[in-house]
């Protein structure tokens, strides 16, 4: 939240401004809450498997599974991959590896620099995989784990902050959530970066 500039609050800022935390002070705390654990040695058998997994993940567009829709109604789409890449991210605290990919509308708006707020018809897919160590403790996708999807109608999805959510797990892409009230997990989590139309993505530089 801090390194995203949703913390601290402007208003408390406003009320306390030594709260403002400085690029050094933000690396004394990452380092401080995400210390190194020992890189374990890889499990071969393990390697392999995720290894293979990934190849399949590339080729699976010539053979699309048939995919139930997320419970709010929104259809899996596998042309995500054909898609840009705008970000990439990796989470310490469940230890995984995210490629952000988006969508023509995603793309030209970041051409145009009119990102904030994103124009309807933008799609963002966001696939995450588990981290897998290699030989020499470098860092690679293992086994897959999700893939989620933003949609921005700001009439459609007006109820949900103006996107639409969906995410489906493992590679048998299984819908994730009971009912459609699963949105309000995410409408919560992105509700920190309403200031940037509730998007934590910032697309790398250069982007055409």
Same mark, same amino acid.
């Given at each position: 939240m801090i390194q995203l500039g949703a913390m601290p609050l402007k208003s408390y800022k406003l009320l306390h401004p030594m709260a403002r935390v400085s690029p050094e002070d933000?690396?004394?705390?990452?380092?401080?809450?995400?210390?190194?654990?020992?890189?374990?040695?890889?499990?071969?058998?393990?390697? &392999?498997?995720?290894? !293979? %997994?990934y190849e399949q993940?590339?080729? &699976?567009?010539?053979?699309?599974? &048939?995919? %139930?829709?997320?419970p709010n109604g929104i259809?899996?789409?596998?042309?995500?991959?054909?898609?840009?890449?705008?970000?990439?991210?990796? +989470?310490?605290?469940?230890?995984? !590896? +995210?490629?952000?990919?988006g969508n023509d509308v995603a793309m030209k708006a970041?051409?145009? $620099? %009119?990102?904030?707020p994103w124009p309807d018809?933008?799609?963002? &897919?966001?696939?995450?995989?588990?981290? %897998?160590?290699?030989e020499n403790g470098d860092i690679k996708t293992g086994a897959f784990l999700q893939v989620e999807f933003m949609i921005k109608d700001? $009439?459609?999805?007006?109820s949900t902050e103006g996107w639409g959510f969906a995410r489906w797990r493992g590679t048998d892409l299984k819908p994730y959530g009971k009912d459609a009230a699963f949105t309000n997990e995410c409408t919560g989590c992105?509700?920190?970066l309403r200031h940037n139309d509730y998007v934590y993505s910032f697309p790398l530089a250069g982007q055409q």
């Open positions: 933000l690396d004394v705390l990452k380092s401080y809450l995400n210390p190194l654990p020992p890189t374990p040695a890889p499990d071969e058998k393990a390697k &392999a498997a995720a290894d !293979l %997994q993940w590339i080729h &699976a567009g010539a053979a699309p599974l &048939a995919v %139930q829709n997320a259809p899996y789409t596998s042309d995500y991959k054909n898609w840009k890449v705008i970000s990439t991210t990796n +989470r310490f605290d469940n230890k995984t !590896l +995210r490629i952000i990919f970041i051409a145009e $620099h %009119q990102t904030n018809g933008t799609t963002f &897919a966001k696939a995450a995989w588990f981290q %897998q160590p290699d700001a $009439h459609k999805y007006a992105h509700a920190p």
